[in-house]
């Protein structure tokens, strides 16, 4: 289909033509048009309903404000709702569809919503859907779930990428408009590094949409003009299709860029969108104006739009909504919209300007100190009555109505740090206040600055001052010859006359009536206006609803619009897709995988992994013939008990702790004593929070007097290290420690078995003894290794056996691992995984993340002596609360069955051997189990009431979800080599 309402002129390429659909149909459009140009041209005015009514909308702005044509993208699972039409590419093949609409947009069946608006007014829900009660479930909410939202997705995977990156500049300019690009270019000729950032897909701004001469050459000319010498400068980084959607602290602002929206498929290896975070010296916000409408009974009718907008779409775009047009206005501007499209050869049926000594328009009619009071056509607009300045009434036929109500500065990104606008009586319109965040500058009409000449002014100013803050001299452009008409208005929100309803924000469906509610029910401060009403809550935030609303709301009240204030606005500046916010952090990307030094080699050996947190970690390492993982974990058990096994262990939390008080300070952090400490010992210690719960054990070396080696658990090691930096930074802050995670920097192994000091002395340096005497159980110190390579050494044990842990420089990790399972080939050394390291603490009775689960105490883990009395550390006050001191509270015990082939199941809980199954009867549950391949049998760990004193009792360990129960015996958490021989052998 031709587009009939196609113009003469515009920026189009009319070389190339672009098929496109909306709702199954298939029109024609022109590279260069967004959809809603393209749509405009083929005589579609209707392109949207109403989130609440479903009221038939049509587009209204030309930009990234636009409240009402928000369609769906693209099928499949590239399927993209809410999308804004105006600034959506016209791309060959494009899908879109209307959205927020029953069966077809023209037939929607939910229109009948708008029958029932006296009911569903502001804060409805509020009073509504409160009875019958049990409605609530199987009435109210499915029907408001199944309308809640806008738009659907495929919820199949985006197959496209999305990324981030960081940018580094001395000016940010935002904006390309007259203002943006001189900012640029004054900044960009004085050699320092600018990055000028547009949203739009050509720069230029409003000099594209208009047909002021600047220099004596058209506004897009010159604007092209001095993009050609912008591109030219090495120091300029231009980005078009990108969004600055926030301002943060210390200069740091986020933007999102459009690298391939425009294109059906994204180029291999390029990302659909990125999200930039720009680190700047200085910025320049030149963001433009929004125009803003006037209120009148049934003003949002398809084709009633922004007179700006279709001023922009009759000269960029060459495109007009209709043949027909009129204009509402109470200022020049609206004129300056009549005269274009008369210049274009579109019949304008009249200008309808509030001011009694309104100017004249040739070519058309003028009606001065008229009012547009109400409106015809159900699927666009037909006609608009006025209320002429003598009182009639009279109606004018138009199929598009062009309203201007001056225009609002862009200040959204000036309030990003809490900064408020300021009125400005002249333009009517709030104006960035002095509170901005620090580093940047207004220019331009975002600081109210609307003619052309006074853009390009304060465009160059700004950049000089921003450089001039920097101590670089830059040197004022001289300024292009361009209009500078003076601001003509006269303010007027919205016409009184009428019993309908006039549309505030339209996308919300919030009318005047809902604000005169609002004010009725003391919803009177913007804030409450805001929520009680949603004004301003939509995609657009109120970008075009706002100042009507709070002109409505002043009026009401009795104040000025500046007594009334205004609500400040929150990133971001327009919405964000997920896809962008997510970036590559997506499925196996979700979160970063931290993969431990061995796992280059566990690869080659086959393991088996499994994720613990972030990291990576083998979880056996299965050989030929093992057709079960048991058989695997079996073997390494057996084999390290045996002989030798080796494990990595770079996991676990490692934290250095140094300074003259480092021994003072963790004697704070841990429940037992460490200020006594002898260098070259290593101490177990347990950790309380400050109710007294026990959240963490592990070890601390000493290394030195000033210094210690902290390891903590896998899973908390983030939180150990953040809970001590807060005790160093807050609560001991006179205290000389300092403390530095080591967790990545040294890949620790624990070698295990009988022989494991054999294996040890085979790579570790002569002149280090390691034998029992010279390096006793608990012992630890700095060493050297396979000639002269530093490491560390611990004599430790969590499985029971002769145990070291051996720590390397991280990139020296893959080689020791290499080297020790070639030394210890002579003793048939065997690597264990996550699974045989559970099943070796738990046959050794080892407290681990099952026990230290937020809920049990020292006593409940049988380390209640281990609590000292003779000092204070955290937790130890409200550890000796009386709840969590009373005879026959949880003790942690072993459980062994009866029957060696019945299981002992992870989570089962502990009755008597008689009686009910019941919460009442309840004696405890597993905390954890496993199979010993030592004892032959079914093992656990198990808290039970008054354990301590039940050795050698029968429970039922039972799971009533599955049916189960076994019969075991109650004996010591400490299966294997309960008196510890073995370890310091």
Not at 143 to 153: C, D, E, N, P, T
């Amino acid at each position: 289909m031709s587009g009939i309402n196609r113009l003469n002129g515009g920026l189009i390429d009319r070389t190339t033509s672009v098929n496109f659909s909306f709702d199954g149909k298939t029109y024609q459009g022109h590279a260069g048009d967004t959809l809603a140009s393209a749509l405009l041209a083929n005589d579609v005015r209707l392109m949207g309903r109403s989130f609440k009514y479903h009221r038939p909308r049509g587009v209204v702005t030309a930009g990234s404000e636009e409240p009402n044509a928000l369609v769906e993208l693209r099928s499949g699972a590239r399927q993209e709702p809410n999308t804004r039409a105006t600034v959506t590419e016209l791309f060959n093949g494009l899908e879109a569809r209307s959205q927020n609409r029953g069966f077809s947009l023209k037939y929607d069946f939910m229109a009948i919503n708008d029958r029932f608006s006296n009911f569903l007014t502001a804060g409805f829900y509020y009073k509504t859907f409160m009875w019958p009660r049990a409605f609530w479930e199987k009435l109210y909410e499915p029907i408001i779930r199944k309308a809640a939202g806008l738009g659907s997705v495929s919820f199949e995977d985006d197959p496209d990428e999305y990324d981030k990156g960081f940018l580094h500049c001395d000016l940010l300019v935002i904006g390309s408009g007259p203002a943006g690009l001189m900012a640029a270019l004054t900044a960009g000729r004085a050699g320092v590094r600018v990055i000028l950032a547009e949203e739009d897909f050509i720069t230029g701004g409003r000099l594209n949409a208009e047909t002021h001469m600047v220099d004596d050459m058209s506004g897009s000319a010159w604007a092209a003009s001095v993009m050609a010498e912008l591109s030219s400068l090495e120091n300029v980084r231009i980005m078009t299709r990108t969004t600055v959607i926030g301002a943060f602290d210390h200069g740091i602002y986020s933007a999102v860029e459009r690298v391939s929206d425009h294109l059906a498929i994204p180029a291999t290896g390029k990302p659909r969108q990125v999200l930039w975070r720009i680190y700047s010296k200085r910025a320049v916000l030149a963001a433009g104006a929004t125009e803003r409408p006037i209120a009148f009974e049934n003003n949002d009718r398809p084709g009633v739009m922004m007179a700006g907008a279709m001023r922009a779409y009759a000269n960029r775009w060459a495109v007009t909504p209709h043949q027909k047009v009129a204009v509402f206005t109470n200022n020049d501007d609206g004129h300056r919209t009549a005269a274009d499209l008369i210049a274009k050869g579109v019949e304008v049926t009249g200008v309808i300007d509030v001011r009694p000594d309104a100017p004249k328009v040739a070519g058309t009619e003028l009606f001065a100190g008229a009012q547009v009071v109400n409106s015809t056509g159900r699927l666009g607009l037909k006609t608009v009555q006025i209320r002429l300045a003598n009182g009639e009434l009279r109606d004018l036929p138009c199929g598009a109505l062009a309203v201007s109500g001056g225009w609002n500065p862009n200040v959204h990104l000036t309030c990003h740090q809490r900064g408020k606008p300021v009125w400005n009586e002249e333009l009517a319109a709030f104006v960035p206040g002095g509170e901005l965040p620090v580093g940047l500058s207004v220019a331009g009409a975002a600081n109210g600055d609307l003619t052309t000449a006074a853009a390009l002014k304060s465009g160059a100013g700004a950049a000089v001052q921003a450089l001039s803050d920097l101590g670089i001299q830059a040197q004022m452009s001289d300024l292009p010859q361009a209009e500078d008409t003076p601001v003509s208005l006269t303010p007027f929100w919205y016409v009184k006359e009428g019993k309908g309803r006039a549309w505030i924000d339209q996308q919300n469906d919030v009318t005047v009536k809902d604000i005169k509610l609002a004010h009725q029910e003391n919803f009177r401060s913007v804030e409450h206006l805001k929520r009680y009403t949603t004004l301003g809550m939509a995609t657009d935030q109120g970008k075009t609803s706002n100042m009507g609303g709070l002109a409505v709301m002043a009026e009401l009240t009795g104040k000025s619009i500046p007594e009334t204030g205004t609500t400040i606005f929150r990133p971001p500046y327009t919405p964000v897709s997920l896809g962008a916010l997510a970036g590559r952090s997506v499925g196996k990307e979700f979160h970063p995988t931290r993969e431990t030094p061995s796992h280059k080699w566990a690869v080659e050996q086959g393991a088996e992994f499994v994720e613990v947190g972030n990291w990576l970690r083998a979880q056996w390492f299965p050989k030929a013939g093992e057709t079960h993982w048991r058989q695997s974990v079996d073997r390494e058990v057996l084999q390290t008990r045996k002989s030798v096994g080796i494990c990595d262990v770079t996991t676990l939390g490692k934290i250095d702790v140094q300074g003259k008080d480092a021994a003072a300070f963790l004697n704070k952090i841990y429940a037992n004593a460490f200020a006594k400490l002898p260098v070259g010992k290593v101490r177990y210690g347990l950790m309380l929070r400050e109710d007294g719960i026990a959240y963490d054990d592990g070890t601390a070396a000493r290394l030195a007097e000033d210094h210690f080696v902290v390891t903590t658990t896998t899973a908390n090691a983030v939180l150990v290290y953040r809970n001590m930096e807060f005790a160093r930074q807050c609560l001991w802050p006179d205290l000389d420690v300092q403390l530095i995670s080591t967790t990545e920097a040294w890949a620790q192994y624990a070698v295990a078995g009988p022989n494991a000091r054999k294996l040890l002395q085979k790579i570790v340096d002569p002149e280090f003894d390691i034998s029992n005497e010279a390096f006793p159980f608990m012992a630890c110190g700095e060493i050297t290794v396979c000639g002269g390579l530093r490491a560390r050494l611990f004599r430790i044990s969590f499985s029971g056996e002769l145990a070291y842990e051996i720590a390397v420089p991280t990139r020296y990790g893959d080689a020791l691992i290499r080297k020790l399972m070639e030394a210890g080939e002579e003793f048939d050394v065997t690597p264990y995984g996550t699974e045989a390291l559970g099943v070796m603490r738990i046959e050794k009775g080892h407290a681990a993340g099952n026990e230290l689960n937020g809920t049990t105490s020292a006593v409940n883990l049988g380390m209640g002596r281990m609590v000292s009395k003779k000092k204070d550390c955290i937790g130890n006050v409200l550890s000796e609360r009386r709840g969590m001191n009373e005879a026959g509270d949880l003790n942690i015990v072993g459980l062994r069955p009866l029957d060696a082939k019945d299981p002992i199941p992870a989570g089962a809980h502990l009755m008597n051997a008689d009686g009910a199954v019941s919460a009442k009867t309840d004696q405890g549950y597993v905390t954890s189990a496993a199979y010993s391949p030592v004892l032959e049998c079914s093992i656990g760990l198990a808290f039970l009431k008054g354990g301590a004193d039940r050795m050698g009792e029968v429970l039922r360990v039972v799971n009533p979800l599955e049916g189960s129960e076994t019969r075991a015996e109650v004996v010591s958490a400490h299966f294997v080599d309960p008196e510890g021989e073995r370890l310091r052998a």
